[in-house]
């Protein structure tokens, strides 16, 4: 399967009239396995528009949006949700954690009911993402017992759970330090690099320019400055 | 500490015992959803004992029937209930008689009359008249035997305890009264059952109920009370009168004692009433419950947003919705029974009779269980609104 997320002439605007608000305009990008975009730009941009045009969450008015070999918004609702199911995760600003959930059940639920994991199988998926993030220890405790590190952990471990080939976080480390933020990222890199997973990190934090495979500088709903190249990598960890 | 201990133990077991998700979220959110399940516990008490108040009072109205030994009763054609038969000629002992399944037939005088007080105000009361001899079809089980024997002088009754007051009499022996013309002497006072009928009843010997319900002719009578070999025979004999006889109905026990209460429940609109105000119950148990789903849902959004990104259906979401509308009416199904069992044994010190047959309790139930549901649907409304876009913006 072509592993590529593209993206040609997108254009999104919202509202009307004198409240007409361009989000996109014209916006087109070629994303790749294993590497982390990040997209940046101040607020009201349309980094978190672009995120929910490429995720398949908000259609374009125009233009279109290649993900794994399919045009995405050519697909019906039920086709594209289930696109989704199949081929996506997401990590979201607020963690959005179930409150009366465990860890472990946020993960099983995922499994069990988006992909139709067997139980026994879930099971033992869950105890794997578990240990490979640290959260052995916290499997039975609910997210008010969880620190905001290990909240978002949970989140990340909830995206990956499903093994996607898309992952889309936004703004993963807005509500962390900068430590705990910086082992969010660099989980995120290392996940999409082991999966070759695409990933598309949005945030204005600058701090993670470093973490960064490829930078995307988003203003007024367009790509205001050439493609920067990323800074100097950081030694890759063995897959 | 112990909270924190029984917190960990309630999640321990939880998770090993592999529970809906549905039941998990609103056990450990029990506060959360705590309005609705008093909500559903209130409405299902209310129905239960409005409905079990109202069969015990149409109870009330058919134990005669029930506390009778006759299988099979005679009346006149189209009769609505016990003491509203008209007048049947005697002779038609010999239509039971004559048949095969019939063991013994026997009189039985019942009717309204207006009962005057000593201190003459009026009243209406039925009037029951019955065979004395120990072992007869309508007798009443809670005759002495000192009382059948003072009833056998005319112009004598007994009544209940309970209805004593409603009679305007004391409980003291010779207390007298009048009913059309006649002076009735009440030689004994019936202890411990709840009376026997809707109105206050006088019991007496046959020939004493026929001076009170005059203008009763000679060779006549109100019913006639038939006991089988084997009950089982009753509804085949029934139907074979009632088709060989067209000029009277033959009733088993169990069919008029459901007229009589049909009658009664129509008549005194008591069934409208108290319908009406259990249904009003489980309204206000609905919308509270739809209330607190829907808020619950709604704060939940977020969350159902995330798992509607990840490709979650939104039928999974919704049998997840309906399952804790599902839990948490079972819940307070579970706290309405005993309470319900226990304002009804507090309400029969009062005289007030509150019956709570099974399949009374089952249908309450099953409708609240039901309504329940449905209060759940609305909260459906809420998971349209869980749009991962939102979480994006």
């Not at chain 1, 009307?16 to 730009?41: I, K, R």
């Not at chain 1, 995120?188 to 930078?215: E, F, I, N």
């Not at chain 2, 607190?292 to 995330?306: C, D, F, H, K, Q």
């Amino acid at each position: 399967m072509v592993q590529t997320l593209t993206a040609h002439n997108l254009r999104r605007s919202f509202g009307s009239g004198d409240t007409n608000v361009v989000a996109l305009d014209d916006v087109s990008l070629e994303l790749h396995p294993g590497e982390l975009s990040l997209l940046m730009g101040p607020s009201g941009s349309g980094k978190s528009t672009l995120l929910a045009v490429l995720s398949g969450l908000v259609p374009p008015d125009s233009g279109q949006v290649v993900a794994l070999g399919q045009k995405v918004w050519a697909l019906s609702d039920l086709q594209r949700e289930e696109f989704r199911r199949q081929s996506t995760g997401f990590v979201f600003q607020g963690y959005n954690l179930f409150p009366a959930l465990t860890v472990r059940e946020q993960l099983e639920m995922v499994l069990l009911w988006a992909v139709g994991t067997p139980p026994r199988e879930a099971e033992r998926k869950v105890e794997a993402m578990l240990d490979l993030l640290g959260l052995a220890e916290k499997a039975d405790r609910l997210p008010e017992q969880l620190s905001g590190g290990e909240k978002q952990r949970v989140a990340i471990a909830r995206a990956l759970i499903k093994d996607p080939q898309l992952l889309f976080a936004d703004e993963p480390t807005s509500a962390l330090d900068w430590q705990r933020g910086q082992q969010i990222v660099e989980l995120l890199k290392a996940s999409a690099r082991q999966r070759g997973a695409v990933l598309v990190v949005v945030s204005h934090d600058s701090r993670l320019l470093p973490y960064a495979d490829r930078v995307l500088h988003l203003e007024d709903g367009r790509f205001s400055q050439p493609e920067r190249p990323a800074a100097p990598e950081l030694p890759r960890r063995n897959p | 500490m112990n909270k924190l201990l029984l917190e960990h133990l309630l999640i321990w077991k939880s998770t090993r015992l592999k529970l809906p998700y549905a039941l998990v979220t609103v056990w450990r959110r029990q506060l959360r959803y705590l309005p609705a399940v008093f909500a559903v516990a209130f409405s299902a008490m209310l129905s239960t004992l409005q409905c079990g108040l109202l069969v015990g009072i149409l109870n009330i109205a058919a134990r005669p029937i029930h506390r009778s030994k006759a299988h099979v009763w005679l009346a006149s054609p189209g009769v609505r209930g016990l003491g509203f038969g008209r007048p049947i000629p005697l002779a038609w002992k010999s239509r039971l008689l004559s048949q095969p399944e019939v063991q013994r037939v026997e009189e039985y005088l019942c009717g309204f009359a207006q009962f005057q007080r000593p201190d003459g105000s009026t009243d209406q009361c039925s009037v029951v008249g019955m065979q004395l001899e120990a072992g007869s079809l309508g007798l009443l089980a809670d005759l002495t035997p000192q009382m059948r024997q003072s009833l056998t002088r005319p112009g004598t009754a007994v009544v209940y305890e309970s209805e004593l007051p409603l009679l305007g009499l004391r409980d003291t022996p010779g207390e007298i009264g009048e009913v059309a013309g006649h002076r009735v002497e009440i030689v004994g006072t019936l202890r411990g059952g709840d009376g026997a009928g809707l109105t206050p009843g006088l019991y007496c010997s046959l020939r004493t109920a026929r001076a009170l319900l005059a203008p009763l002719p000679e060779r006549q009578t109100t019913y006639l009370l038939a006991q089988c070999h084997d009950r089982e025979q009753a509804p085949l004999l029934a139907q074979r009168l009632e088709a060989s006889y067209p000029d009277m109905d033959a009733m088993t026990s169990g069919e008029l004692a459901w007229r009589t209460q049909c009658y009664w429940l129509i008549k005194t609109r008591a069934g409208l009433v108290l319908g009406f105000a259990a249904a009003l119950g489980l309204i206000v148990g609905a919308v509270v419950t739809s209330q607190t789903l829907y808020g619950a849902s709604v704060a939940s959004l977020p969350e159902y947003a995330v798992l509607r990104a990840l490709g979650i259906p939104r039928w999974r979401l919704q049998r997840l919705v309906l399952g804790q509308s599902f839990w948490v009416t079972l819940a307070g199904l579970a706290l309405a029974l005993p309470l319900t069992v226990i304002l009804a044994h507090l309400a029969r010190p009062m005289n007030i009779e509150v019956l709570l047959p099974p399949w009374l309790v089952a249908a309450v139930g099953s409708l609240t269980l039901a309504v329940g549901l449905l209060s759940g649907t609305a909260a459906l409304h809420a998971l349209r609104q869980a749009d991962p876009a939102t979480l994006l913006r």
